[in-house]
Every structure is written in C-alpha cells, then in structure tokens.
C-alpha cells in the first residue's frame, strides 16, 4: 500500500463527519446510529438523503452546499476516496455532511423506517454478468425500502445503458414509479448550467471525454 493512502487512512480517523463501523457493529445487527442520524449525528430534523457509491464525494457536497436545510451522507467502501469528500466537509465546516464507509450490501442496518427522503445513485459499477449485485436490482431495491420513506425518491446517474435500460424495465416490479428517464442528458438540452445534474463526478467527466452519453432516470416509491 502507498505512503499517500496510508496517510489519507490515518487522516480518515480524525474526521469526525466520516463514519468507519466495523463488521461486528452490522453483521446481522442494526448499527447503534440506525435511526437516530438526525438527533445524533445532525442534531435536526431535517430531510435526510444518501448518495451511494459516492467516491470522492462530489455529488455529496455538491447537494450540501446547495441545500443547507438538507442532510446528506455519502456512502462507499473505499476509504482512500472518501477522504477527499470527508476532508473538504472537514475544513469547510460543513454540518449537513456525513460519510460512511461500508459495503452497500449492508446499507439497510444504518438506516431505520421511514429515516431517509431520497437516494442518489451515481456511476455504480454496472455488474454486466452480475444483475442482482447492481445498485438498482430487485435485491437493493427492497433493502432501500425498508428506510425510504413512502413516495421517498431514488435517482440514478450513469454512464451505462445497459443499467439505465434494466432499471427502467425492472423498478415498477420492485413498487417503484418512473417519473422521468432520459438517454442523454447533455445531448438532448435536459441539463441547464444550474441543474445539480451538471455537477460532474471524476468518473463522469471521464466518460464524457471518451464521448459516451450521461443517462438519468428518476422513481418514487409507492
């Protein structure tokens, strides 16, 4: 492992805004925060949203800083990114912000009914040979239920085709209604210079650069 990741790991352990349980506080048990993110992390009451497989964390404070009001929570596995959103949340004292590192297979054991308003999901992996592992399947789908409040939004940002084409087949199975879906965001005019679709990811000024659309589905929970 590099001397630079090392440093950002050790660093990641003085942010107070990045959470790192570990697999014996969610292994078949709810975490002690499940529930009560908004009196013992926020300390409000206000509106609660996760972007999933946030990375570094653009889209996270990207929403934070547009919506004070609002309480977000970036959630990934690799530590090493989630440093730079955890860092700039950090030294812009930003108090709507949180990360948690973990495996978004265990996501439901933070989160209580009813606890969260809304879900990014922004350049998952889109698993091609394993459907059951991408992010808006069946088998996910039914574990943001169990938090996502009634008419609570999921969002999907992607670069993939074949992830926004499987999710709009499959997410009204799932109790899900589709509100808006669109092949190419930036190609069609959707997105205007203010739209929180324009803030771009690392990854996704990546694809852009090697020309490939930008999709963008919306659903609410029935």
């Not at 969610?26 to 908004?38: E, F, N, Q, S, V």
């Not at 210079?193 to 999709?215: M, R």
């Amino acid at each position: 492992m590099g001397k630079d990741k090392l440093r950002k790991f050790r660093e990641n352990e003085t942010f107070e805004c990045l959470l790192q349980p570990t697999l014996d506080q969610i292994l078949d048990r709810k975490h002690p925060l499940c529930g009560k993110w908004g009196k013992e992390v926020f300390r409000n009451g206000n509106p609660l949203v996760l972007e999933l497989g946030c990375g570094k964390g653009e889209y996270t404070i990207a929403l934070a800083e547009r919506n004070p009001d609002i309480n977000y929570i970036g959630v990934d596995i690799k530590g090493a990114r989630l440093w730079k959103g955890a860092k700039y949340a950090t030294e812009n004292k930003m108090p709507n912000v949180a990360f948690l590192r973990t495996r978004i297979d265990f996501i439901s054991s933070f989160f209580g009914p009813d606890e969260v308003d809304e879900i990014w999901v922004t350049f998952a992996d889109p698993q091609p040979k394993k459907p059951n592992k991408r992010l808006t399947s069946p088998v996910f789908l039914e574990r943001y239920k169990t938090f996502l409040k009634k008419g609570g939004i999921v969002n999907l940002k992607t670069d993939s085709q074949l992830l926004h084409e499987y999710t709009l087949e499959t997410a009204p199975d799932s109790g899900f209604e589709i509100l808006e879906h669109n092949n190419d965001i930036y190609g069609s005019g959707r997105v205007t210079p203010d739209d929180i679709l324009n803030v771009k990811t690392f990854y996704e000024s990546q694809f852009l650069a090697k020309g490939l659309p930008i999709t963008y589905l919306k659903m609410r929970l029935l």
